[in-house]
Every structure is written in C-alpha cells, then in structure tokens.
C-alpha cells in the first residue's frame, strides 16, 4: 500500500495517496486510519463500486487525495452533515436545476428541468405577484393530455377548498369527476326533463365589484341588464345579424313589461312572458317619442324570431321555470350537453348561451367562495359572438368575482374560428388569450409554430420541447415563468380522469 497511485486510481481521478510509510512511527492511531483507508480503497477503486462526488478523500492525513476539476471543496470520510438552503445550493451546483415558485398549491406533477414537484394554486399565484390574470387557457393535440390535465388540476383544487363550474362538458367525461368530488351534474338537452330559465335572477352577491354593498336599486340594474344582453344575444344567433336601435327599444320595453307581469304574480319572469308582451305590445305605455313605424316592424320581428325558442328543436329546454337550481355550494357543478351534438348548430349555439347566462348569474358572486370556470371544447363558445363578449366580459372581471378561468383548445388556430381576419369578434378572441396569465401547451403540430411563437411569446427553444413533448408533457407559462411539468396521477385518479383510459376500455 505504499504506492497505491496505479492506473485504476489515476483514471478516476486520484492524483496523489500518501500513506504512512515504514520509517514513520506508526502510532494505534494511524493504524485504524490506514485501514480504514485501504478498506475504502478496496471496495471503491479495486472492485470498482465507484459512486464519486469530486473532492479530497483518500489520505492518511484524513485530508484525502486531490482530484481534478474539483469545484466543491473538501469532503473528509467521516464529516458532518450539513444543512443549507437552496440558494446556497444553487450556487454551489450551478447549471443543474431550475427553481420552482415557491408558492403553496395542488400537487400537479413533476418539474422535469429539476425543480421536484410542481404545485399550483392560482389565487396564491396572484397574492405572490407572480400571475397578473385570473385565466388560463390550455391548448394541446387531441390524446396529448391536456383534458387530464385539466380535470387533475380542477379535481385537487377543489379536494383543497375550492370550487369548479363545467359550463359545457360535450362528452360527458365530467359526470364522473363530479360524483368522484361530491358535486353535482345538470344534463341539458333532447329527451332531458331539465329545464332553466334564462331569466332567473342569480344569486345576489353582497357586493359589487367596487367592494360596495349591493343595494336594491343596484341588483335589479345588474339583474336587467344581464337579462337584456342575453335576450339580444339570442336575437343575434337567430336573425344572424346585429339588431337595429328600433330592434333594441323594442326588447328593452318587451322585457320590462313581461318583469312587471310576472312580479305582479309573484313569480320569476319566464321566456313566454317576454314573447306575450312584444306579441301585444302596450304602446301608450310606450310613448308617443318612441313609438314609431320602425319601432312597430321591431316587435313583429322579434316575436316571429322568438316563437322558434318555445316551439323548435329547444322546446321544453328554456321555455318555463327551472326545474333545477344551482347549487352554489356544491363542490363542483357539471352541464352535461353530450345530446345537444344531434341538434341544427343555431339551436346549439342558443342553447350555450342560454346556459353560459345563467349559470354566470350565479357564479358570479364571491359569497361562496373561490371558483374554478372551465370552457371544455372553447371552440363551439367562440363562434358565438354574444357568448364571446360575455367570456371576454368576464375575463377582465374575473379577479371581482373570484373566479378563475380555464379555456380549453386543441390548437391555436381555433381562435380564428370566431370570425373573419380584422373583424371585432376575432380581436375579442384573441383578447382572451392576452388577458390569459397562465398558459398550457401540450404538443402541437409544426404548422401551429409561427402562431405560437408570435401569440405565446414562445423562444426556439420551448417550441422545440413542444414539438417533442410525449403524453402527459406540457409547458406551463406563468406570465414570464416556464415549467417543463409531466401530469402525473394516483392509481385511483387514472379511470377518473384518463380519457384515453376510458376509450381503450369500451373498445
């Protein structure tokens, strides 16, 4: 063991061991240090069961040996542990792990660029300054990951206090993921004994969005008009046409005598009601200044428009009182519109509007808590432009409602689907995706990277990660901030929120 500097050391490194030789004293000491060195030796270079960290480790002396490239100091065999802090750590080991956001949340997944696991909670997001949005929008390919991401993230928010919204659920994939969490589940649609009533009112919040006391005077103006912007939404879907100012004072005056009616009786508007008063329509009620030929063309108009609600393909859907209430204090409430699929597309967009209306009306109040409002398939709510200025309404409010909202597209592209190059819907679309502080991108195709890189802020090298992400791989980007996350689920979660699962196991 006097000369232990052999090939096998040099090549891991040991430039010099040196061992106490025969004309030192050799003390008791010394012995059980030198074996304790050779017994190192043996197992680590002879044998080579090498597990290295660079730094001084083999020498009588306890020093060690000196090796190359050593950027960490000494490291003696029998050291103390020590505790530091990770920003000590990162930079001790430069270049080797990205730093999380240090902000409390669900457990989504793994950070694959070494930050450990990956939390989110949007609202602790914005109290940290890291997010300046409350909405997100998702994009991915189709069997990419991107709707079990979705439902993972929405389920273990709502595990962790808070609630969720599906305005649309096209496929039903949500029914399970409300009797997993305890909710509830409403299905709209052809053969369905549900019915809602556009014109409910809600439920009042104690504020409004200044953080001032909801007067009377204030809720019946918040309630008009919501009723108003959607009884002209619908107009709009079935004429295909914006309405004229004759076409508007006509609405606006049908509406309120059918309010007044039905307080009279003491009971909630309904759809009927508002038909009865354009179709007989009190014009020495309306005055002499707004009564004019236009006016009157105006109500023959709307009620012949309005008749198709109560007597078409959505007979029996919105055409009485709720059957059903929602429950704002349930978990999480679903709208299940798989059989709305076999309907005409204007009956689907109305039907959209009319359940995008009222379930606003009642989520839109902080008394109970904060909420998760995910648009499944966006792409069918964008082509509606009635229902896009409410989103786009409710994107820039959503931080005064407490709300925080997920839109979920396959491509980018999707987003020209709500009108023509230039035009304001298309500019209202894209809005969202401006007002969108958080972004989740699944795999996309290559014809989507000009879009992406242009809309998304996307650098060369996260649109390549992209391109190359494999199932269950998204990049999420918070405001500045990037994270390389994989989704992960429990043995439990994967039939719950797995639809690829769910498809392998039909077939």
């Not at 999380?100 to 997001?125: M, Q, S």
């Not at 006016?295 to 059903?324: C, H, K, P």
Request: charged fraction near 25%.
């Amino acid at each position: 063991m006097n000369n232990m500097v052999d090939e096998k050391a040099q090549s891991l490194g040991i430039l010099q061991v040196d061992f106490s030789g025969a004309d030192t004293v050799v003390t008791t000491a010394n012995r059980k240090m030198r074996k304790q060195i050779e017994r190192a030796y043996e197992r680590e270079v002879k044998h080579e069961r090498v597990n290295y960290i660079p730094g001084p480790r083999y020498a009588s002396d306890g020093k060690g040996a000196r090796r190359k490239f050593n950027l960490r100091g000494s490291l003696k065999i029998f050291g103390r542990k020590q505790r530091i802090t990770t920003f000590t750590m990162a930079a001790a080991y430069p270049f080797t792990a990205s730093s999380t956001h240090g902000v409390p949340g669900a457990c989504i997944g793994v950070d694959e660029e070494g930050g450990g696991a990956f939390y989110f909670d949007p609202w602790e997001l914005y109290a940290a300054g890291i997010i300046k949005g409350m909405s997100a929008v998702v994009l991915g390919s189709v069997g990419m990951g991107k709707s079990t991401c979705v439902k993972s993230t929405t389920s273990r928010l709502v595990l962790s206090g808070r609630k969720a919204t599906v305005m649309s659920d096209k496929k039903g994939e949500w029914d399970i993921v409300a009797a997993y969490l305890g909710g509830n589940t409403i299905t709209v649609g052809a053969g369905s004994e549900t019915r809602i009533n556009v014109l409910d009112e809600g439920n009042r919040p104690s504020y409004d969005t200044k953080k001032r006391p909801m007067t009377d005077k204030k809720w019946a103006k918040t309630v008009a008009t919501r009723r108003l912007t959607l009884l002209r939404a619908l107009a709009e879907i079935l004429e295909e046409r914006r309405l004229s100012s004759a076409e508007i004072k006509a609405l606006s005056f049908g509406l309120r005598q059918a309010v007044a009616v039905a307080e009279g009786q003491g009971r909630v508007p309904i759809i009927p009601d508002f038909i009865e008063a354009i179709a007989s329509p009190d014009f020495e009620a309306l005055g002499s200044k707004n009564d004019s030929p236009k006016v009157r063309q105006a109500f023959e108009t709307l009620y012949d428009t309005f008749t198709r609600l109560i007597d078409g393909d959505l007979e029996g859907m919105f055409d009485g009182e709720s059957t059903v209430t929602f429950d704002a204090n349930a978990p999480i409430v679903t709208f299940n519109t798989q059989s709305l699929d076999d309907l005409p597309e204007e009956a689907r967009k109305i039907a959209f509007a009319c359940i995008q209306s009222w379930a606003e009306a009642a989520i839109t109040s902080g008394d109970f808590g904060k909420r998760l409002v995910i648009y499944e398939e966006g792409s069918e709510v964008l082509n509606d432009p009635g229902s896009l200025r409410r989103m786009v309404s409710q994107w820039k409010l959503a931080r005064a409602y407490g709300i925080f909202n997920i839109l979920v597209l396959h491509k980018l592209g999707d987003l020209d689907l709500a009108g023509d190059a230039g035009s304001k819907t298309r500019a209202d679309a894209y809005s969202l995706l401006g007002d969108s502080a958080v972004r989740i991108v699944y795999h996309q195709e290559s014809d989507q990277k000009a879009l992406a890189k242009e809309t998304l802020g996307l650098t060369e090298r996260e649109w390549q990660r992209v391109t190359n992400f494999k199932t269950g791989q998204g990049l999420w980007k918070l405001s500045n901030d990037s994270f390389v996350v994989r989704n992960t689920m429990t043995a439990p979660e994967v039939p719950i929120f797995n639809t690829d699962q769910k498809i392998k196991t039909a077939a």
